[in-house]
């Protein structure tokens, strides 16, 4: 088998491998959605808000100069619209 043809096959085969991984890891995301979705519905049963909760779970994702930044943010814009 020539050099080119050999470097194809095991460029493909790595391709494979790669698509292999990222459709399991896709399926595990898809499962872990599904998880994520039946812990906001039980906080929903037990009275908490989902909205609420993922509000500050993205603001627990920041450091506290960003998320002091965009508090400060969003006070200035409901100043502004006179809220």
Do not use: C, H, N
Not at 36 to 60: F, T
Request: glycine share 6%.
């Amino acid at each position: 088998m020539p050099d080119g043809q050999a470097d194809k096959g095991i460029s493909a085969q790595r391709l494979k491998s790669f698509i292999s991984r990222i459709e399991r890891l896709e399926e595990e995301k898809k499962t872990m959605g599904a998880d994520i979705r039946e812990v906001y519905s039980e906080a929903k049963s037990a009275g908490y808000d989902p909205k609420i909760m993922r509000k500050v779970i993205s603001l627990r994702k920041l450091d506290t100069a960003e998320r002091q930044e965009q508090e400060a943010l969003l006070q200035v814009y409901i100043d502004a619209i006179g809220m």
